[in-house]
């Protein structure tokens, strides 16, 4: 028997897809436009007069550096991510001493402490250190920061992986390393695409340690370049929206390519 179509879901799917595909229309629209073609005719007009300057002129008058920052800082916040949360998500799952509870606890209250809180101390902290106006100053807080969260996901992750795989292991006289590397990683996948996915979304759109802890130009990340659009005459907007699709691009592909693994990680079934 044949399920008659569903013509209410069909028409609400027509009134999210106008929702979500407006404002994207505006902003592509916008930034093959000029700015005077932009003023007169409005956001919703379609370009007069087709032009590439805006992608053009943000590349050549300093968003390259800014993109090249945020990437250094991404990869940066990354690796030291997925350098420290596996081995201590593995030590957490396979140790049942009160201790590591306690200390995975203690941790986790980083999850609790929102970043604006603390930003006066960090502040403290990274000038003492003499990191002030660095990326190293931007990556070692924006890391901390995201470790509550990745060790959470990967524990759970870990936690679904049976018992029994690490007893056959220990009886075949596998090593700790050795259980970690051949069996806990492998079965981890969904988990560390997750922590990678979260940190770098993190990294990418970190607003409040970039502008804290850093003044240069040359130290700048995307999230402060958007800045430099604004003058005192008012909003280049073509230039600002060709800005922020060129920001948004490997954000959306990286979450093109892992979203089913961010999803599983989420739920916590990565191991099964």
Request: hydrophobic share 55%; glycine share 8%; proline share 6%.
């Amino acid at each position: 028997m044949r399920s008659r179509p569903n013509y209410l879901a069909g028409f609400g799917s027509l009134i999210w897809l106008f929702v979500v595909g407006l404002p994207l229309y505006v902003m592509l629209v916008a930034t093959f436009q000029t700015r005077a073609d932009y003023a007169a005719n409005g956001p919703l007009s379609f370009p007069e007069h087709f032009t590439l300057d805006n992608y053009v002129n943000d590349l050549s008058e300093g968003f390259a550096q800014y993109f090249l920052n945020t990437v250094l800082v991404t990869a940066s916040v990354v690796g030291i991510v997925v350098l420290l949360v596996p081995p201590l998500a593995y030590a957490i799952v396979r140790n049942d001493g009160k201790a590591t509870g306690r200390i995975f606890r203690l941790f986790l209250l980083g999850l609790a402490i929102p970043s604006q809180a603390v930003i006066v101390p960090v502040f403290y902290l990274i000038d003492r250190a003499g990191l002030y106006d660095s990326l190293i100053g931007v990556v070692l807080p924006t890391a901390a920061f995201a470790m509550p969260v990745c060790a959470l996901i990967l524990t759970g992750v870990m936690r679904d992986i049976s018992p029994e795989l690490y007893e056959a292991m220990t009886l075949d006289g596998a090593s700790p390393w050795r259980i970690f590397r051949q069996l806990v990683l492998p079965l981890s996948k969904s988990g560390l695409s997750t922590i990678v996915v979260f940190s770098s979304l993190q990294a990418w759109n970190g607003f409040l340690f970039p502008l804290v802890l850093t003044q240069s130009s040359e130290n700048k990340v995307i999230t402060m370049g958007l800045y430099d659009f604004q003058t005192e005459h008012g909003v280049d907007m073509p230039a600002l929206l060709a800005a922020v699709v060129l920001s948004m691009l490997p954000v959306l592909l990286v979450y093109l390519f892992a979203r089913r693994a961010l999803v599983q990680g989420l739920m916590g079934v990565g191991g099964k």
